[in-house]
């Protein structure tokens, strides 16, 4: 079974800085996606950024990328020029890409919460 | 854009309660999920439907049973509420297509809390 890890339940940053988000996973497939999922307080989760494992180019969305390592098993998600919108729930998230019936599911890590610091 | 709705933010039942969750999409998605969050334990997926009438057991899928009669309705029920289901409740949606990212589009979650 694959699982995800973060590594850091907390983070802070200050406005305008960047701070990078680990993830780490654990697989034995070599075709899988890998997403980063934002919660803001009281709001819905909403998609961040996303990546396919044969894709060696590492994703990016304006201010978010990703470090995709995939020997290392590792997708990290940097956030540049942060602004105090950015404050929310992390969550990094592995879906394989086996062909079967049940392959749309998701895998969660534990979330960090990122606070954006005036 | 994709609408996901719940049918309640927040919720408090008693211990033994039958709780009904009720979750509607309105993209025609194939697939649905009821998730489970927890501080520290991030999102544990309870049950999915992958069409109507079809569900599969996810990893706790103890204490919980599910309902696809429509494609746009998925329900989660809990049969006889506990103190330890005391917890947010998300549901989620996403198209069927195993080429493609899949992205799961949320509801805003219910935070159900059992007394």
């Known amino acids: 079974a694959q699982t995800v890890t973060q590594s850091q339940p907390e983070m802070s940053v200050q406005e305008a800085e960047t701070v990078t988000l680990s993830c780490t996973y654990d697989?034995?497939?070599?075709?899988?996606?890998l997403f980063w999922y934002k919660q803001p307080p009281s709001r819905q989760m909403i998609l961040v950024i996303r990546?396919?494992?044969?894709?060696?180019q590492n994703a990016t969305e304006n201010r978010f990328s990703v470090n995709f390592q995939k020997a290392a098993k590792s997708f990290s998600l940097k956030i540049s020029d942060s602004q105090l919108g950015d404050a929310a729930m992390y969550f990094c998230a592995y879906r394989s890409g086996v062909l079967e019936t049940s392959g749309s599911r998701l895998t969660f890590g534990e979330g960090t919460q990122l606070t954006v610091n005036p | 854009d994709v609408k996901v709705t719940q049918s309640s933010r927040y919720l408090v039942k008693r211990t033994g309660e039958k709780v009904f969750l009720e979750c509607v999409q309105d993209?025609?998605?194939?697939?649905m999920f009821w998730y489970r969050q927890d501080p520290g334990l991030g999102l544990r997926l309870i049950y999915f439907?992958?069409?109507?009438?079809?569900?599969e057991k996810g990893d706790i899928p103890e204490g919980y049973s599910v309902s696809r009669e429509k494609k746009e309705r998925f329900s989660l029920i809990l049969e006889s509420a506990s103190t330890n289901q005391t917890s947010m409740y998300l549901c989620?949606?996403?198209?069927?297509?195993?080429?493609?990212?899949?992205?799961?589009?949320f509801g805003p979650g219910t935070r159900l809390t059992v007394l």
């Open positions: 993209m025609d998605h194939e697939n």
């Open positions: 990546q396919e494992a044969y894709k060696q």
């Open positions: 989620a949606s996403s198209f069927y297509d195993l080429t493609s990212y899949n992205e799961q589009f």
């Open positions: 439907s992958y069409d109507v009438k079809m569900k």
């Open positions: 697989t034995s497939e070599s075709d899988y996606y």
